[in-house]
């Protein structure tokens, strides 16, 4: 017999960083209950979908300074629920009803919040009615491929309050065999990272957004050298074991065709930017580089893929935002080549996997991400594993929001038939 939604609604409830989010709450007909609470970001890119909050609305001043998420939660329980109460948990038929309610190109209607809460509680109820995982409702069968880490050390720019003009330093333990090994070396690194932080006298037992360090550097380069000695005071290789990579998320700082320093004030124009990122990757060992310029500085974003001294993989995240056309124009203007894929910058589950597999046949590599306010959900491990992301990025190892990530991947590797990916 197959299952059917038999309730329905969403509830207000808090992300990680004490903000009101959407959880969404379904049953279905043998009793069983499903949940899932939306992520929500900080360094937002101008072309995501759109989360409903109340500012403006009765609800306005009254809770959370506007930030509030009734009308998003009221969308939920009086115009979706009505429509997919009594049909069965599909995950296509939902999105398709979804995409019908609110035709707006951003979900701005009903609020991505609420669309995107609805979409991933949809497939984690129709997992459950075919009595599989979510990463095995996307691939059925064969071995899973576990994503590479992406893991946050030192984190600055809107995470932390300026520590740093770059959003973060992160590492990937790329010659680790699985991400149990991965995650141990990491945890290590990002503990010397703390030691030697406090040694320096900066309190280091605060963490950032994403549970990164919150060290105020006085440039890039020195916090790019200090997380290269972290990595080597535990015995980890450079070239063979760990490297660097930096989310610059340059469109925090980019004002009128510059780039402004916060931490010094001085002002680069785009071509003078462009010299200083091909420094940092000169002078460091850089995997991976995102946002290195702002959102539609399209020019420096071509000029600067094209024309790398090295391989380096050049991640996409406030430049594409997860949006099909805009990863269609950087595919053709070959702007990058690696994509950010964060379900609530999209809206939808379905939508969101089109995004990842259009950048996979473009060639592009994938990094299926989290934000920086978060829950204890950890849908988004299964999503990247069952959509064979190749890669993924949730923040530090600190914080329940965090390994409740990384320990479902530490429990797929566990438990199933797995591959550890190899991206680099
Ligand atoms: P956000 O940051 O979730 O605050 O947007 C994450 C990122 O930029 O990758
Ligand atoms: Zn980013």
């Known amino acids: 017999m197959s299952l059917r939604i038999h309730s329905l609604m969403g509830i207000q409830v808090l992300d990680s960083r004490g903000r009101p989010t959407v959880c969404a709450r379904m049953t279905l007909s ?13 360094s937002t890119g101008r072309h995501e979908a759109q989360e409903l909050r109340d500012a403006g609305s009765p609800f306005s001043e009254k809770y959370f300074g506007g930030s509030s998420v009734y009308l998003a939660v009221a969308n939920i329980n009086n115009i979706i629920a009505p429509k997919l109460i009594g049909c069965q948990p599909d995950l296509l038929t939902v999105d398709t009803t979804l995409a019908k309610l609110d035709e707006s190109t951003r979900h701005e209607i009903l609020g991505a919040n609420a669309t995107l809460a609805i979409s991933l509680v949809c497939a984690i109820a129709q997992a459950h009615a075919q009595q599989v995982t979510l990463a095995r409702l996307f691939q059925p069968t064969g071995a899973l491929t576990i994503p590479m880490p992406m893991v946050n ?5 809107a995470h932390a309050k300026g520590a740093l003009d770059i959003q973060d330093v992160l590492v990937i333990a790329h010659g680790a065999q699985t991400i149990a090994e991965a995650l141990s070396w990491i945890s290590a690194i990002r503990e010397r990272a703390s030691q030697a932080g406090a040694a ?8 950032a957004d994403e549970g990164g360090l919150g060290i105020p550097f006085s440039s890039t380069d020195e916090a790019c050298a200090f997380v290269t000695d972290c990595i080597t005071d535990v015995g980890l290789s450079l070239t063979s074991e760990v490297g660097l990579a930096l989310d610059v998320a340059a469109t925090q700082f980019f004002d009128q065709g510059n780039y402004i320093s916060r931490s010094t004030g001085k002002v680069f124009s785009g071509d003078q930017w462009r010299d200083q990122i091909h420094s940092l990757l000169n002078n460091h060992p850089i995997l991976s580089i995102e946002d290195p310029f702002a959102e539609d500085d399209w020019n420096q974003w071509a000029q600067f893929s094209q024309g790398l001294h090295r391989p380096v993989q050049v991640l996409g995240d406030d430049l594409f935002t997860t949006q099909a056309t805009r990863l269609a124009k950087g595919v053709h203007e070959k702007s990058a080549n690696s994509i ?4 609530n910058q999209n809206g939808l589950v379905s ?3 089109e995004v990842l597999l259009q950048a996979k046949a473009a060639g592009f590599t994938t990094v299926v991400s989290a934000r920086s306010g978060e829950s204890e959900d950890s849908w988004l491990s299964d999503l990247a594993v069952g959509w064979n992301a190749g890669q993924i990025k949730v923040g530090s190892t600190h914080g329940s929001e965090r390994t409740a990530k990384w320990n479902r991947l530490l429990e797929i590797e566990a438990t199933e038939e797995s591959v550890f990916s190899k991206p680099f």
């Open 30 to 42: 043998d009793g069983s209950v499903h949940k899932a609470t939306v992520p929500s970001g900080a």
């Open 153 to 157: 050390i030192l984190s600055g720019g």
């Open 200 to 207: 320096r006298g900066f309190i280091t037992n605060l963490v």
């Open 340 to 343: 950010l894929i964060k379900p």
């Open 351 to 353: 939508k969101t996997h």
